[in-house]
C-alpha cells in the first residue's frame, strides 16, 4: 500500500514536469512524417512510418527515462522532502521501488499513448489489414522492457551521485549495452585467460540492451514493421533477462540508499 | 545632466525579437551563398561500410535503412547534380549496399536498386555488374522469392547483352514455387539466344502487367513505345526506300505509300502523334509534340528488322 502511495506520487510529480509533452510532439512527428516521408520514399510507406513510429518510441522513452530517472532520488534529497518521508514507517527499499514503479507507470502510459498513435496513424494512411497492427505489440512490449531496465539503471546512479553524471553513466552504459555481444567475440579472441574472463564478467554485468533490440538474429522493429511474428519463447526470455536484472540493479540501489546517512 | 541609461535597454523585448527574426533570413542565405560553391569532393560518402553502419545503428536498423534508401532516391533523382560530377552516380551502389545490409527484408529496394544501376547513362549509373551483385544479395537473402532471379536474367539479357547468363537465371528463378509457368519459356528462348527483340519486348510487357510498382511499370511502358517507334520508323524507312527505287522519288506524303499498296494505314507514335515526314530526302521521325518518352535500343536492331521486313515481304 505505501508503495503504490510512493508510485501513485511519482507518477503525479512527473505528470506536474510536463512530461507528456513529449506525446505532442510524437503526434505531430506522426502526422507530418506520414505525409512528407510518403512524398520521399519510393515504396515501403507502411514500414517508414512504423520504423519511425517505433524508433521514436524507444528514443523518446529511453530520454524519458533517463532524465527523468536520474533525479528521482537526488531531487527528494536536494528538497530535503527525503526527510519527512523517511520519518513515517517508510523503509528505504520502498522508497526506491515505489518511485522506481511510478515513473514505470509513467513511461507505460507513453507507450500506450504513442502506440495508439502510431496505430492511428496507420489506420489513416497505411494499406495492411488492421489485425496486422497487433503485430507491432511484441515490438511495443520489448522496447517497454528495454526502457525498464534503462530506468532501473538510471535510478541505481541517482542513489549516490550527482544528475550531470548520472546522466553520463546511463548512457554510456545504454550505448555500452548494444555493443555487448562484441565483448563475448573479443573473449573468444582474447589470448589472455585474465582478458577474456574480464570480458566475460563484463558482459554479463551490463545491461545487455541488444536483447532487446533483435530476437532471434532478427531485429525487434524491422520484423514488426514487415507484419512478421516473432517466437513467444524467445520474448519470455528477455522479460526473463530484463526481470532479473531489474531485481538486481533495484537491490544495488536500495542496499547503497540504505547505507546513506542523511544527518 | 542625464544620466545616460545605456540605449539598448530601452528596445522592449518584443523589438529586439522581431529585429532578430528579421535578419536570420537574409543572414541564412549568405551562409547557404557560401555553401553552394562547389566543394572539392561534392560525391562524398561519410560511411562506405555497411557493417560500420550497422553496428552504429543502435538497434534502429529499420528507421536507418529507410534514411539511406531515401537518401539513395535523391542521389539518384537529382540528375542535374549528377551530370556535374565526373562519374555521376559514383556511390550509388554503396549506398543501396547499405540500405540492404541494414534491412535485407527490402526486396524493393535490389528490384528497384538494379534497374538505376544497370539503366546506361545518363539516365542510370551503367554499371550492370553492381546491379548483378546488388540482386545476387537479395538471392541469397530471399531463395523463395523467384523476382529476384528473374531481374537478375533480365539485367544479363538487356543491359548486359548475355543471352546464356540471362536464360540460365531465369532458368533458376522458373524453378523457384510460385513462378509463373511463362517463365520456363523465356528461359529457355533466351538460352536459344533466338528472337531477341521479341523476347525483350515479351519482358518488358510482363513487367508492365506484373510489376507492383508505378515508376517500375512507367520504364517498361516507355521501353514498350520506343521499341514500337522504332519499328513503325523502320518500317516506313524500308517502304519509302521500295518506293523510291520504283518509282525514281519519294512520295508527296505517307499517304503516297497507301496508294503504291504498301502499307494499309499511316502509323502514329504510341501517344497518338503523327509522323514527322520529310519528301526531300525521304526521311521519317519522332515529332516534337510526341509524348513518348524515347529511349534509344542499346543496340543497332534496325539492320536486323529491315532484313526480316525484306524476308517476309520478299525482294
Known amino acids: 500500500m ?94 526506491i521501488l515505489g518511485k522506481y514503479l511510478g515513473l514505470l507507470f509513467t513511461l507505460l502510459v507513453n507507450v500506450a499513448v504513442m502506440t495508439a498513435g502510431l496505430w492511428l496513424t496507420l489506420a489513416w494512411h497505411g494499406s495492411a489489414p488492421w489485425h496486422a497492427y497487433l503485430r507491432l505489440l511484441p515490438a511495443v512490449y520489448l522496447i517497454f522492457l528495454s526502457l525498464a531496465v534503462t530506468t532501473a539503471v538510471a535510478l541505481l546512479f541517482s542513489t549516490f551521485s550527482t544528475p550531470a553524471l548520472s546522466a553520463l553513466f546511463t548512457l554510456f552504459l545504454w550505448i555500452i549495452g548494444h555493443f555487448n555481444a ?65 531485481a538486481a540493479v533495484l537491490a544495488l540501489a536500495a542496499a547503497i540508499f540504505s547505507r546513506r546517512d542523511f544527518k | 545632466m542625464k544620466t ?19 535578419l536570420i533570413a537574409p543572414v541564412q542565405t549568405r551562409v547557404d551563398a557560401g555553401l553552394a560553391r562547389p566543394s572539392m569532393d561534392p560525391d562524398l560518402l561519410y560511411f562506405s561500410s555497411p557493417a560500420m553502419v550497422k553496428a552504429l545503428a543502435l538497434g534502429y536498423d529499420g528507421l536507418l535503412a529507410d534514411i539511406y534508401w531515401m537518401r539513395a532516391i535523391q542521389y539518384y533523382g537529382r540528375r542535374d547534380e549528377a551530370r556535374r560530377r565526373q562519374v555521376p552516380y559514383k556511390n550509388l551502389a554503396a549506398l543501396l549496399d547499405i540500405v540492404t545490409t541494414l534491412d535485407p527484408g527490402m526486396i524493393d529496394v535490389y528490384r528497384a536498386g538494379s534497374i538505376f544501376l544497370s539503366e546506361p547513362e545518363p539516365v542510370g549509373a551503367g554499371l550492370p555488374q553492381k546491379a548483378v551483385a546488388l540482386l545476387d544479395r537479395g538471392i541469397a537473402a530471399h531463395p523463395q522469392d523467384w523476382r529476384l532471379p528473374f531481374d537478375k536474367g533480365f539485367v544479363h539479357y538487356w543491359y548486359m547483352r548475355d543471352y546464356e547468363q540471362a536464360g540460365r537465371a531465369w532458368l ?94 499511316v502509323p502514329k507514335d504510341p501517344s497518338g502523334v503523327p509522323y514527322l515526314y ?30 526480316k521486313l525484306a524476308r517476309l515481304l520478299g525482294k
Open chain 1, 2 to 95: 505505501r508503495l503504490i502511495a510512493i508510485a501513485g506520487n511519482t507518477f503525479r510529480e512527473n505528470i506536474r514536469d510536463k512530461i507528456l509533452y513529449n506525446l505532442i510532439l510524437f503526434a505531430l512527428l506522426m502526422i507530418v512524417s506520414s505525409f512528407l516521408l510518403g512524398q520521399l520514399t519510393l515504396g515501403f510507406e507502411d514500414k517508414v512510418i512504423i520504423d519511425l513510429g517505433l524508433s521514436s518510441m524507444s528514443v523518446f522513452g529511453t530520454l524519458i527515462a533517463i532524465f527523468i530517472g536520474i533525479q528521482l532520488v537526488y531531487k527528494e534529497l536536494e528538497r530535503r522532502t527525503v526527510y519527512a518521508l523517511l520519518a513515517k514507517p517508510v523503509a528505504r527499499w520502498e522508497f
Open chain 1, 182 to 246: 562484441d565483448l563475448i567475440q573479443f573473449a573468444k579472441i582474447a589470448r589472455s585467460a585474465a582478458a577474456e574472463t574480464v570480458t566475460r564478467v563484463l558482459y554479463y554485468l551490463l545491461p545487455n540492451i541488444s536483447n532487446f533490440c533483435s530476437l532471434d538474429s532478427r531485429n525487434v522493429i524491422q520484423s514488426a514493421a514487415y507484419y512478421e511474428p516473432v517466437r513467444a519463447a524467445a520474448v519470455g526470455w528477455a522479460t526473463l533477462y530484463a526481470v532479473l536484472y531489474c
Open chain 2, 4 to 22: 545616460g541609461i545605456p540605449w539598448i535597454r530601452r528596445l522592449p523585448p518584443a523589438g529586439i525579437f522581431a529585429l532578430a527574426a528579421l
Open chain 2, 172 to 265: 533458376l528463378a522458373s524453378r523457384i514455387a510460385g513462378a509463373p509457368p511463362w517463365l520456363e519459356a523465356l528461359a529457355a528462348r533466351g538460352l536459344s539466344q533466338g528472337g531477341a527483340i521479341e523476347v525483350a519486348k515479351e519482358l518488358w510487357r510482363r513487367q508492365l502487367e506484373s510489376a507492383g510498382r508505378a515508376d517500375l511499370r512507367e520504364n517498361a511502358r516507355n521501353r514498350l513505345a520506343s521499341i514500337q517507334v522504332d519499328e513503325d520508323l523502320w518500317t516506313l524507312e524500308f517502304c519509302l526506300e521500295r518506293y523510291a527505287a520504283a518509282r525514281g522519288a519519294f512520295p508527296a506524303s505517307l499517304d503516297g505509300l497507301i496508294a503504291a499498296g504498301f502499307i494499309h494505314f
Open chain 2, 278 to 307: 520529310d519528301p526531300s530526302i525521304g526521311a521519317v521521325s519522332l515529332s516534337a509534340a510526341t509524348k513518348v518518352r524515347y529511349i534509344a535500343l542499346p543496340y543497332n536492331y534496325r539492320d536486323a528488322y529491315k532484313a
